[in-house]
């Protein structure tokens, strides 16, 4: 009896996967997306999403670097100096994109090109240090790593959906440049839907503003639209 | 525990840790990283063959690449003076750098391609757009006056506008036949045209809409790399022709 209720106290004190931490992972994914709702690194969102794989590869480093920079700050936070905690959090974050950056020229050297400044830039990208800030410092290791995880995720999450998007209608395929790769619709016989003999879709021409950054803010702007029109308690965050 | 003495020890620790993991992780890839971007830029001068290979760049295995190099390549480093440089492999030359010494002090990369009695001479170029610089693999054909492919590469241009160079197969498809030297032998490049190449001139190719500053980027890169290489072709040229007369 008295070894259960100690179980149960225990179960309370530290869940592995509690209500609370189930809602860290998902309350970033939605409720509190950190590109939706915070507007957060959208500078990254903007330059990296024109292709699928790119976007993906961003978002796994993006997931990487947010859920160890959390999990290191969280163990560190009793011996940081409060006077250079900025630079502390600095070096963590820097340290784990240079891993980053290491992995993927050993990895994939293409898409490492392809990324190029982009993944350098995420050491500025706002989200994680904001987590690391909002929430490492204050909380224990596992929350923080999976707050990292979810905060990543939910900047992933956009990343991609908006890369779905920016591809298919600017270049007419998906997942280029990867093992995967889709020829949905164009111009030659390699495509799926080849617009010069279909008689259906022989109007169809690629939107070249899709390829454009610009293009990432409408299809933010319209996401952003359809969240806060599905879940009206938004409306009033912003 | 804010005293400066514990800030700077603690600091000092960190950045230490750091500064060993990071040289430790660096040195255990540096061979395989230095191996994919050795792959990346031979893929690049195959993608400027792409008509004689008769295979996109991109389908080669990376091992299939290293074979054709060892196969059907032979590489040579030559200066503006037209003189092949010993000891020093086309592998090394990185043109960022050379693109940085003064012009005759550069070393420029010379691949030549052979299959079945059919020669093909790449060159690299490299030169600036709008926002970073571009560069290029022109392919000639034997004659060394007929480009028979081209293959550009940028750093930071415009998607969907400068950055074309690169994603529009079209535009590098456009200097395939193009010459760059005149009936006389003189050097004359070829021209990006904005509003489109003047129909039948062997000496232009269609513009970007959109995009003059890069095409005007590859006008100057195509005029004063291909220049530095002029000696070099001149002499090959010479030869050639003194091996015909031999044999009339």
Redesign the interface.
């Given at each position: 009896m008295s070894t259960t209720t100690q179980e149960v106290k225990q179960a309370e004190k530290e869940p592995l996967f509690g209500k609370k931490e189930r809602r860290l992972i998902t309350d970033p994914l939605n409720d509190n997306n950190p590109i939706t709702v915070q507007v957060l690194g959208i500078c990254s969102a903007l330059a990296v999403t024109s292709l699928v794989y790119p976007s993906v590869v961003m978002a796994v480093a993006v997931v990487f670097v947010t859920a160890f920079s959390s999990l290191a700050t969280s163990l560190l936070r009793n011996y940081i100096p409060k006077s250079v905690r900025m630079i502390v959090q600095l070096v963590i974050i820097a340290t784990l994109v240079t891993v980053v950056e290491l992995t993927l020229k050993y990895l994939n050297y293409p898409v490492y090109k392809q990324l190029s400044v982009y993944i350098g830039l995420i050491i500025t990208n706002c989200i994680v240090m904001g987590r690391l800030e909002a929430f490492s410092m204050a909380n224990k290791p596992w929350r923080s790593f999976l707050d990292g995880i979810g905060n990543g995720l939910g900047y992933g999450l956009i990343l991609i959906a908006v890369g779905v998007v920016r591809e298919v209608f600017g270049k007419g395929s998906l997942f280029a440049g990867s093992p995967l790769e889709m020829k949905i619709i164009g111009n030659t016989e390699a495509y799926w839907i080849n617009t010069e003999t279909s008689t259906m879709f022989g109007w169809y021409a690629n939107n070249n503003l899709m390829v454009l950054p610009a293009a990432a803010m409408f299809v933010i702007g319209i996401i952003i639209w359809i969240q806060r029109s599905r879940n009206t308690k938004l409306v009033d965050v912003s | 525990?804010?005293n400066n003495r514990?800030?700077i020890i603690?600091?000092f620790i960190?950045?230490a840790t750091?500064a060993v993991?990071?040289t430790f992780?660096?040195e255990a890839?540096k061979d395989?990283?230095a191996l994919?971007?050795e792959?990346?830029n031979k893929r690049a001068i195959l993608s400027a063959i792409e008509d004689k290979t008769g295979k996109d760049s991109g389908e080669f295995t990376d091992e299939e690449v290293v074979q054709l190099f060892e196969a059907k390549f032979t590489q040579k480093v030559v200066n503006v003076e037209g003189e092949t440089l010993e000891g020093v492999s086309a592998d090394d030359i990185d043109m960022a750098k050379e693109k940085k010494k003064p012009e005759s002090e550069r070393r420029l990369p010379v691949y030549i391609y052979e299959d079945g009695g059919d020669k093909v001479y790449v060159l690299s170029v490299r030169g600036n757009g709008l926002w970073d610089e571009i560069w290029g693999n022109i392919a000639l054909a034997e004659d060394l006056n007929t480009v028979v492919g081209a293959a550009f590469d940028h750093?930071?241009e415009?998607?969907?506008?400068g950055a074309e160079i690169k994603d529009n197969p079209t535009f590098a498809n456009n200097f395939k036949g193009k010459q760059i030297m005149d009936n006389d032998g003189d050097f004359v490049s070829i021209l990006v045209r904005k509003g489109g190449a003047e129909p039948g001139n062997p000496h232009q190719v269609d513009g970007i809409s959109g995009a003059t500053v890069t095409a005007n980027g590859v006008t100057k890169m195509l005029e004063s790399g291909l220049e530095n290489y002029m000696p070099y072709l001149n002499d090959l040229r010479g030869e050639g022709q003194q091996g015909m007369l031999q044999e009339q």
């Open positions: - | 525990m804010e514990y800030v603690f600091v960190l950045t750091v993991l990071l992780l660096r890839t395989q990283a994919n971007e792959i990346f750093k930071g415009t998607p969907g506008l």
